[in-house]
């Protein structure tokens, strides 16, 4: 399996608060990815890094800032946490940005925010 | 429309039995396509790429159809361990390798 390690796994936490999600690799990879996967829904993506302090949005990024400070580590904030927030949410890696490498996922982060 | 558009299922088999699942596409100018595994709770694992054409991987065989947009994926000899939400995942390039993922169908294979 990639090694990519998510933390916390679970968190409960109240509207209002901020949040913050890291993920953590051990593979060199260039790319790494924020996801939220909702019931009915695929996976959205939220924010994606191409390199060291180099990021950018996805479709669903309104109320999420990221951090990438170093390769291995890619951090996802919620400003200010709100109940629709409440997902579980996984970080992904690839090797290359091109279209054709696949993805790898790590073990997810369960959100609730009360 | 979404951009990915799968059948929830669930889909109840036997073990033993064959099924198949569909899935359709909206923009044709997805490069590459994927079938992802996942298990209850877990995340999603890379099943099989799929090829223009067509291929095999044990008992999972993947079809494209770029003309009609949809991707196939058939599995034989069904197994109890076989029991998983399989998503269809299809990619271009919108500036970064970007994935759209369907929504997921349900197998689950019953003794």
């Known amino acids: 399996d990639a090694g990519i390690t998510q933390s916390p796994r679970h968190k409960v936490t109240e509207t209002g608060t901020p949040v913050t999600l890291r993920c953590h690799q051990t593979e060199n990879h260039r790319y790494m990815y924020w996801y939220r996967q909702d019931p009915g829904h695929g996976l959205r993506l939220i924010h994606y890094?191409?390199?060291?302090?180099?990021?950018d949005k996805g479709e669903v990024s309104d109320g999420y800032s990221v951090s990438r400070s170093k390769t291995e580590d890619f951090l996802l904030t919620l400003e200010s946490a709100t109940s629709s927030q409440t997902s579980v949410y996984f970080c992904?890696?690839?090797?290359?940005?091109?279209?054709?490498?696949?993805?790898?996922f790590g073990d997810g982060t369960r959100l609730s925010i009360l | 429309r979404k951009e990915v558009e799968q059948d929830p299922g669930p889909f109840n088999v036997p073990e033993g039995a064959t099924v198949a699942f569909n899935c359709t596409y909206s923009n044709s100018a997805s490069q590459s396509f994927f079938w992802y595994r996942q298990d209850c709770r877990k995340e999603p694992k890379l099943l099989m790429s799929?090829?223009?054409s067509g291929n095999e991987d044990g008992r999972f065989t993947a079809q494209l159809n770029r003309a009609s947009q949809y991707i196939s994926l058939l599995i034989r000899d069904s197994k109890l361990s076989d029991s998983a939400t399989y998503l269809c995942v299809v990619t271009f390039w919108g500036g970064y390798n970007k994935l759209i993922f369907g929504a997921g169908t349900r197998l689950a294979v019953h003794p």
């Open positions: 799929v090829y223009s």
């Open positions: 890094s191409y390199g060291v302090k180099d990021t």
């Open positions: 992904a890696i690839s090797d290359q940005g091109q279209g054709s490498q696949p993805q790898h």
